[in-house]
């Protein structure tokens, strides 16, 4: 750890306590001052990112069905055209330690797009698959709960 | 036409936690993160007080108070969500006040007049000239109501950017109010119930604010 300067977004007219913007100096972190025992540091500042990507198109995509070495799924839009579609991808596609996640019902997100890197411009063709289940707005009412609920006066 | 050259994504809670439980191996026993990223990331620290690593595309920083993770890669934005989702679902106990779903952007504005224009535009330099030589906005912070029904504001920050030449630098802040005193429980759950049902809206609506503030320099 090294002793740096302390930066304050939000200067001298908040308590800053409250603040979820990220606290960027655009776009280079400065963290929040830490006590680790008798020394107070400010964490070290992260490696800046050298890649960007922007997607020209990105789905949410839904399995429909495997069979061999393809998949089918619905497409919904998210970045780009805003057809809904459906699509028959190859399994080889996804990353192999993501195969075991390709069943009917399994959410994905496919993005093309261009990754920016140091060394140039690359193109680039992902498929995610999400990992962990999402609140339904079936759940949502479920539970008896609706968002106005939790947040109003 | 402003083009965005840079833009990312992060997720910010405001409450207790725990940093030195947030290893990426941690992330990887949890499904969060796949097992390659978690050995591959690079790890600036994880202690009591504080935790911060970076993988191929997410950045994690967490202190007591304070949680944030971020992506520059579009790719992986709802990918972010999901993590933190998950997070909340395995910490729901975690008390929680305040969420940020923020957007951030470097458009490249191309020439000095668009540039210099924008910056007029958003801060008069009339009432300025009498007082400082040369004023020139360094950084812009303007807050508005919510649009919806949920407690807490938008927060929009302007600066010039210091990657691009004739760049401009914008933070739209989606500031959520999850809880509004010691003895309210249950802010785990209802960030998780925000981002789930809030993050298209919130990501599409920071990314028009961002384009609308961009093109300001273009009418004058």
């Given at each position: 750890?090294?002793?740096?300067?302390?930066?304050?977004?939000?200067?001298?007219?908040?308590?800053?306590?409250?603040?979820?913007?990220?606290?960027?100096?655009?776009?280079?972190?400065?963290?929040?001052?830490?006590?680790?025992?008798?020394?107070?540091?400010?964490?070290?500042?992260?490696?800046?990112?050298?890649?960007?990507?922007?997607?020209?198109?990105k789905w949410e995509?839904?399995?429909?069905?495997?069979?061999?070495?393809?998949?089918?799924?619905?497409?919904?839009?998210?970045?780009?055209?805003?057809?809904?579609?459906?699509?028959?991808?190859?399994?080889?596609?996804?990353?192999?330690?993501?195969?075991?996640?390709?069943?009917?019902?399994?959410?994905?997100?496919?993005?093309?797009?261009?990754?920016?890197?140091?060394?140039?411009?690359?193109?680039?063709?992902?498929?995610?698959?999400?990992?962990?289940?999402?609140?339904?707005?079936?759940?949502?009412?479920?539970?008896?709960?609706?968002?106005?609920?939790?947040?109003?006066? | 036409?402003?083009?965005?050259?840079?833009?990312g994504a992060n997720?910010?809670?405001?409450?207790?936690?725990?940093?030195?439980?947030?290893?990426?191996?941690?992330?990887?026993?949890?499904?969060?993160?796949?097992?390659?990223?978690?050995?591959?990331?690079?790890?600036?620290?994880?202690?009591?007080?504080?935790?911060?690593?970076?993988?191929?595309?997410?950045?994690?920083?967490?202190?007591?108070?304070?949680?944030?993770?971020?992506?520059?890669?579009?790719?992986?934005?709802?990918?972010?969500?999901?993590?933190?989702?998950?997070?909340?679902?395995?910490?729901?106990?975690?008390?929680?006040?305040?969420?940020?779903?923020?957007?951030?952007?470097?458009?490249?504005?191309?020439?000095?007049?668009?540039?210099?224009?924008?910056?007029?535009?958003?801060?008069?330099?009339?009432?300025?000239?009498?007082?400082?030589?040369?004023?020139?906005?360094?950084?812009?912070?303007?807050?508005?109501?919510?649009?919806?029904?949920?407690?807490?504001?938008?927060?929009?920050?302007?600066?010039?950017?210091?990657?691009?030449?004739?760049?401009?630098?914008?933070?739209?802040?989606?500031?959520?109010?999850?809880?509004?005193?010691?003895?309210?429980?249950?802010?785990?759950?209802?960030?998780?119930?925000?981002?789930?049902?809030?993050?298209?809206?919130?990501?599409?609506?920071?990314?028009?604010?961002?384009?609308?503030?961009a093109k300001l320099?273009?009418?004058?």
């Amino acid at each position: 750890m090294r002793f740096q300067k302390e930066t304050l977004l939000a200067g001298t007219n908040s308590s800053g306590r409250d603040i979820t913007e990220a606290r960027k100096q655009n776009g280079s972190t400065e963290g929040s001052r830490v006590q680790l025992g008798e020394l107070v540091l400010s964490p070290p500042k992260t490696t800046p990112f050298r890649e960007y990507s922007k997607a020209i198109q990105k789905w949410e995509g839904k399995v429909i069905s495997l069979s061999g070495d393809t998949f089918r799924a619905t497409l919904s839009p998210i970045v780009g055209d805003k057809l809904e579609q459906e699509a028959e991808i190859y399994v080889q596609d996804v990353t192999p330690d993501e195969r075991s996640f390709i069943e009917p019902g399994a959410i994905f997100y496919w993005s093309i797009g261009y990754l920016e890197r140091p060394s140039g411009r690359v193109r680039e063709s992902i498929i995610r698959f999400r990992r962990l289940p999402m609140w339904t707005d079936n759940e949502v009412k479920k539970a008896g709960r609706d968002l106005t609920v939790y947040f109003n006066e | 036409m402003p083009q965005i050259k840079i833009q990312g994504a992060n997720i910010v809670l405001i409450g207790n936690f725990n940093p030195a439980i947030f290893h990426p191996s941690w992330f990887a026993a949890h499904n969060l993160l796949r097992a390659e990223e978690a050995d591959a990331a690079t790890i600036n620290i994880v202690h009591p007080d504080v935790a911060s690593f970076k993988t191929e595309w997410l950045a994690v920083d967490i202190v007591k108070e304070r949680f944030q993770l971020g992506t520059v890669q579009e790719s992986f934005y709802e990918t972010l969500r999901d993590i933190v989702v998950g997070i909340l679902g395995l910490l729901s106990h975690t008390p929680i006040k305040f969420m940020g779903i923020n957007r951030e952007f470097h458009f490249d504005l191309v020439s000095e007049d668009s540039w210099s224009g924008l910056g007029h535009r958003l801060v008069p330099k009339e009432d300025w000239n009498p007082l400082l030589k040369s004023p020139g906005m360094r950084n812009l912070v303007v807050e508005g109501l919510r649009p919806d029904d949920l407690k807490g504001y938008l927060r929009v920050m302007v600066q010039p950017s210091t990657q691009i030449k004739y760049g401009v630098y914008i933070e739209v802040n989606d500031h959520y109010v999850l809880k509004e005193d010691e003895k309210d429980v249950g802010g785990a759950d209802r960030a998780r119930v925000v981002l789930s049902e809030k993050w298209n809206e919130s990501m599409k609506r920071s990314s028009e604010i961002a384009q609308a503030i961009a093109k300001l320099g273009e009418k004058t």
